[in-house]
């Protein structure tokens, strides 16, 4: 017989948590009577966005009667869900795959799925053979999952399906989320992308731009904070292009920032281009917003920039970072940047390392080019490509760099006293996580049943990345 597992309380009790034991009781109950076993294992890689769509995911199949469990040795259904944007992480799924197949020794009834970007990206391909899944499901299928799931275990549903279908109305709306453990909310307001950025999966694993209705977003929010998260991420491709009936993101910011009992919010990744003064307006005047903000660059060159189809100058950019600086001041700035991208020149890539050491971002996401097929970027001309070493030696030095700047920056606030929100157990024994405002992270002392809570925390030394403090 299937042994449900107790799930671990999370710290912000409430409506989840009933779901969730709704879910194990229905669970209970089928077993009791003899039919299979009901309990999902869900691993999830990528963006927060997939974070979100897991917990998507968990409310869809709670609902099918599914309770969620957290080791894969004890689950009828395992669903791994997928990234897509570079081809480390779609080789890290494929590897992990191939290690999943060992649970069904133990469990013949047990059910794999893909879902995600990759699932959508390779499609039926995932069926065959070697790979040993038996479903596909893609970003925009999640509301059938349940029933696909629980249909293929009872055998209603033939196993080895591919739920592909990009639906442009699909924003999940009415769906409840199950949410994993955690201080912070992650809540998705708009979903896919209209940009064509030719080096990105995305638009064509996703499809187009969808925004939820404010009163959506806003009674989500709600619910979170009703839940007991005081901290919320907004998600969206590009979060701060959404629009709908009710206003574009600045107001959708605003309202959020003003659902009572929400301390902070956080959102994520906005384009550079959709970085309004009102947006920046609302930033500064809302206490509630944290004044952080991700403005993914790619490139400091404008002849790369041209060929990403990015849609602005190096100029244009440094004077939206002027722009952030100047109405919200103690503003914490980070980027992405994409290095060997096809016709690069030592050239284009000094200007990125200038455009770096110009800005001193608190934080970079740093990243190879890595060609997706199906993107605009490979009909570039192959004779454009950077050789492999070459990009490698590229990013190292970039890393360099990078690391030195933020060193510097971060020793800059060493000594300053922040409001910390306590996030979990640091590995280093009885430290503390937890993370400012300005989307710093502090290891510090103090008991468990801080966390969920705010502290404020003194600064005292940096390793560069992150920082340890003491409460003041
Ligand atoms: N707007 C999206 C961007 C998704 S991709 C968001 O929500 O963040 C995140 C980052 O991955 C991009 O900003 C880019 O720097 C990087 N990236 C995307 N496609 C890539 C590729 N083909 N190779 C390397 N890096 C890539
Ligand atoms: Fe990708 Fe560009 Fe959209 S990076 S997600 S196509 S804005």
Redesign the pocket.
């Known amino acids: 017989m299937t042994q449900l597992v107790a799930l671990r309380r999370s710290r912000a009790a409430g409506n989840a948590d009933r779901q969730r034991s709704e879910a194990e009781g229905v669970a209970g109950a089928l077993v009791g009577r003899g039919a299979p076993g009901r309990t999902v294992y869900i691993e999830t890689y990528g963006?927060q966005m997939n974070i979100g769509d897991t917990e998507l995911m968990a409310g869809v199949l709670a609902d099918a009667g599914y309770a969620r469990v957290d080791d894969p040795g004890r689950a009828d259904v395992i669903l791994v869900n997928t990234c897509a944007?570079?081809e480390h992480a779609e080789n890290r799924v494929l590897g992990r795959l191939g290690q999943l197949q060992r649970y069904r020794d133990r469990h013949a009834d047990l059910l794999i799925g893909v879902t995600g970007c990759m699932a959508q990206r390779l499609g039926e391909a995932l069926l065959q053979g070697a790979y040993g899944v038996d479903l596909v499901a893609g970003p925009d299928a999640y509301r059938s999952i349940g029933w696909m799931v629980d249909g293929m275990r009872r055998g209603a549903v033939e196993k080895g399906q591919a739920l592909l279908a990009l639906d442009a109305d699909e924003d999940y709306g009415g769906l409840r989320a199950i949410r994993g453990e955690g201080v912070s909310a992650w809540v998705t307001v708009q979903r896919g992308?209209d940009h064509r950025c030719t080096?990105?999966i995305?638009p064509y694993v996703r499809g187009p731009e969808k925004n939820r209705a404010f009163s959506e977003v806003v009674g989500e929010v709600e619910e979170a904070v009703a839940a007991g998260y005081s901290e919320v991420t907004l998600l969206g491709?590009?979060v701060n292009s959404y629009r709908s009936g009710d206003g574009d993101f600045a107001d959708l910011l605003h309202a959020v920032a003003r659902v009572p009992g929400l301390r902070r919010v956080r959102f994520?990744?906005p384009h550079p281009n959709d970085v309004t003064e009102r947006l920046l307006e609302t930033m500064a005047s809302e206490p509630a917003v944290c004044p952080q903000l991700h403005l993914?660059v790619?490139s400091g060159s404008d002849r790369i920039l041209k060929r990403m189809v990015r849609r602005y100058t190096r100029r244009d950019f440094l004077e939206k970072v002027d722009l952030a600086r100047r109405i919200v001041p103690d503003i914490a700035l980070s980027t992405?940047i994409?290095v060997g991208f096809s016709g690069e020149m030592e050239a284009d890539f000094e200007a990125t390392l200038s455009l770096l050491a110009a800005v001193r971002f608190d934080d970079a996401y740093l990243?190879?080019?890595?060609r997706?097929g199906g993107t605009p970027a490979t009909r570039l001309p192959a004779a454009d490509d950077v050789p492999a070493a070459v990009a490698q030696t590229r990013l190292e030095r970039t890393i360099e760099l990078q690391r030195g700047i933020q060193l510097s920056v971060n020793r800059a606030e060493v000594g300053a006293v922040r409001e910390v929100l306590t996030e979990r157990i640091a590995r280093s024994a009885g430290d503390l996580l937890g993370r400012t405002a300005r989307n710093k992270v502090v290891a510090f002392r103090g008991p468990a049943d801080w966390i969920g809570t705010y502290r404020r925390v003194r600064l005292t030394a940096t390793s560069g990345a992150t920082f340890t403090g003491a409460v003041a």
Request: hydrophobic content about 20%; proline content about 5%.
């Open positions: 963006c944007i570079r992308c080096f990105c995305v491709q590009t994520t990744s993914p790619q992405d994409i990243y190879k080019y890595s997706r």
